[in-house]
């Protein structure tokens, strides 16, 4: 038997699948978490061997449109294997949740209600008569909050024994009901695929055709479209529907952070000191992680392995795995995982939202609404799922701005060559400079692209999600997932390429490549020539460059190496120039070859030319 999680976006979707199947996704406290389909199976009898498939669908307001989750959430609706639905509403977004079930009860699949954060909806003085909505419905509904695991350990058993067809049906306009009636009489065609046939959804164009001519007529009368007339309907319908079950008490607001946080001040100020504590408190207990791993390794690997007598060519390979496994563990992941924490504890809290929220004006300017933010922000942890989190954006055009943007974002890869070099050595102004600059060229390629960029905008709808008090358990959970992304993404690729650099060296390739490119490296840029070598490989992780800078300049101190202008230099560029590898790939699969070759040249150029510039200004 197979169940599909199915409500609006942020309701808890996530949490019950996780919590039903222990699988870990994403869950977050903002729009848009998942994107993707997710699977997983709950063992419903261990005797029997009974087992439910449970797949957990991205979160939407509405199945009609043509974006991207929409397309995907129809057509598992229309899967003939999907036997349930498990409908997940949010109970203190009672009635606009209704507006949704409305539409999913006309796919007439036998469903289970869950209204799901009854914690919260009590706080706000809401209360919900699930009995009473029962019987609307004529389906099974089950209060919960996912959040304290109340309510979910009634949910398989209902979806196996209970699930039902739901009875509720809204009345629309009469002459809509009409035309309906006349497919069904002439076409043979059933409610729900008349209804969005009307809407212009439909794969059988001469349904369309039919559909046209009658939708042209309706809307004669009215002076409205078709679709305002259905929404409409639809809305007041799921008014009634909340009236007769929801009941409100009194409630008092305490202190409104809301205000503080959202209002141009002192929102904007909040915005800035938050991102900066993020960046200081990552450049700190980073540093610190990192000098204890890397210790280690030095320890307990280097050392050893530099003290065995071995042919040149194993010791050259051994070398470059522990160099791999060193810069992974040692290196990116101390700052990744300690920006994930942060990043994770922000969703949570739901500050995201707001940010997104002070952040529309300025985001429009760029061509995007302010939930582009959000990716944007990802940005800083790895771009790879930021750039996969464009998917939430309405159209192509914003996805193109987005991904552009989003590859100039200082991941935590960069802000590890950023901390280590820059903070380090010459000094955390600097280091603040270089986010500065970076901030200064994206807003600018982003005024730029939304120029030249052709396509439509379209309005905007932001969930504004309360604000809560995040879960240790869930931020360190979330960031565990996150982390282990990147284990599986980037280590297998670290290690590979850490080979097969470690052979091109060996072979003096290296060496020819260092040559060539010093009209570049110490031209352009006034660097050491084997600063090219260390640019180079900075395209596989960006942290690679760092530590690759460390091997050839043969210490750790590169203050004694190189000047404090030729270490920011190096820093600067390496942050700007060409994504790494896994975001050229995602890139690719996302928007395209194009799109990602585009990305790449653009970086490239602006690297070496903002190095170059700085280079000629300050030498
Ligand atoms: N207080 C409270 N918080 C909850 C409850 N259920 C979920 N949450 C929180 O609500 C947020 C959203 O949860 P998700 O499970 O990501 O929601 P979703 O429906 O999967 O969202 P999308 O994937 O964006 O559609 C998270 O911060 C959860 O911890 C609940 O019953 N009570
Ligand atoms: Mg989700």
Avoid at 65 to 78: A, C, M, N, P, S
Avoid at 356 to 383: K, Q, S, T, W
Wanted: proline share 5%.
């Amino acid at each position: 038997m197979k169940a599909a999680l199915i409500g609006n976006p942020g309701v808890g979707k996530s949490l019950i699948f996780m919590q039903l199947t222990g699988l870990g996704v994403e869950v977050g406290n903002m729009p848009g978490s998942s994107i993707e389909l997710m699977s997983g199976t709950v063992c419903v009898d261990r005797d029997q061997k009974e087992w439910l498939d449970l797949v957990d669908m991205p979160g939407l307001y509405s199945l009609d449109g043509q974006g991207e989750k929409e397309v995907l959430v129809r057509r598992v609706l229309e899967e003939p294997e999907v036997d349930a639905l498990i409908v997940v509403l949010d109970a203190t977004r009672f009635e606009r949740n209704l507006y949704l079930l409305l539409q999913i009860a006309e796919y007439r699949i036998p469903m289970i209600v869950v209204v799901n954060l009854t914690d919260e909806a009590i706080k706000e003085g809401v209360s919900i008569d699930t009995d009473a909505l029962a019987t609307l419905l004529g389906v099974p509904v089950i209060g919960a909050a996912a959040a304290l695991g109340t309510g979910i350990d009634q949910i398989v058993p209902a979806v196996m024994k209970s699930a039902k067809v739901s009875t509720i049906e809204v009345p629309y306009d009469h002459q809509v009901e009409a035309a309906l009636r006349s497919f069904q009489k002439t076409m043979g065609i059933g409610r729900r695929v008349g209804l969005q046939a009307m809407q212009g959804i439909s794969p059988d164009p001469e349904m369309l055709e039919v559909t046209a001519m009658v939708v042209e007529e309706i809307e004669n009368r009215h002076r409205m479209s078709v679709n305002q007339i259905i929404a409409t309907n639809r809305h007041n319908y799921a008014h009634s529907l909340s009236g007769r079950v929801l009941s409100t008490g009194t409630h008092h607001r305490r202190f409104d952070l809301d205000r503080l946080l959202t209002r141009q001040f002192p929102g904007i100020p909040i915005l800035v000191g938050v991102i900066l504590s993020m960046l200081l408190i990552v450049f700190a207990i980073g540093a610190r992680l990192e000098d204890l791993i890397v210790w280690g390794f030095t320890t307990y690997l280097m050392t050893p392995i530099q003290g065995l007598v071995l042919p040149p060519l194993v010791a050259q390979l051994a070398y470059s795995v522990v160099l791999a496994l060193e810069s992974g563990f040692g290196i990116a992941f101390p700052y990744i995982f300690t920006f994930y924490i942060l990043l994770s504890i922000l969703e949570d809290s739901g500050y995201m939202t707001r940010a997104a929220f002070l952040a529309d004006r300025a985001m429009h300017r760029l061509g995007m609404h302010g939930e582009a933010i959000i990716p944007l922000v990802l940005g800083f942890g790895c771009n790879v799922p930021a750039v996969m989190g464009t998917r939430l954006l309405s159209s192509r055009r914003e996805r193109v701005i987005a991904a552009f943007l989003i590859t100039m974002v200082p991941c935590s890869a960069r802000t590890v060559v950023i901390s280590g070099i820059v903070a380090k050595f010459v000094g955390v102004l600097p280091a603040l400079s270089i986010y500065l600059i970076v901030l200064v060229l994206i807003l600018l390629t982003g005024v730029i692209l939304s120029r030249v960029t052709p396509g439509p905008q379209y309005g905007m709808i932001l969930e504004m999600t309360p604000l809560r008090r995040p879960k240790a358990g869930m931020v360190l959970r979330k960031s565990w997932l996150r982390i282990q992304e990147f284990l599986v993404i980037a280590m297998p690729l670290l290690l590979i390429s850490s080979v097969i650099l470690g052979l091109l060296g060996f072979y003096g390739v290296i060496a020819m490549f260092q040559q060539a490119a010093i009209p570049i490296s110490e031209g352009l840029l006034g660097l050491p020539s084997y600063a090219s070598t260390a640019l180079l490989f900075g395209i596989l992780r960006k942290e690679m460059a760092f530590e690759t800078l460390t091997v050839l300049a043969g210490t750790a101190d590169l203050i004694t190496v190189m000047t404090k202008l030729q270490l920011y230099i190096f820093a600067l560029v390496s942050t700007l120039f060409v994504p790494c590898i896994s975001t050229i790939a995602v890139l690719n699969r996302e928007l395209g070859a194009k799109v990602a070759g585009l990305i790449t040249v653009y970086t490239v150029l602006l690297g070496l030319g903002i190095g170059a510039l700085i280079h000629l200004l300050m030498a």
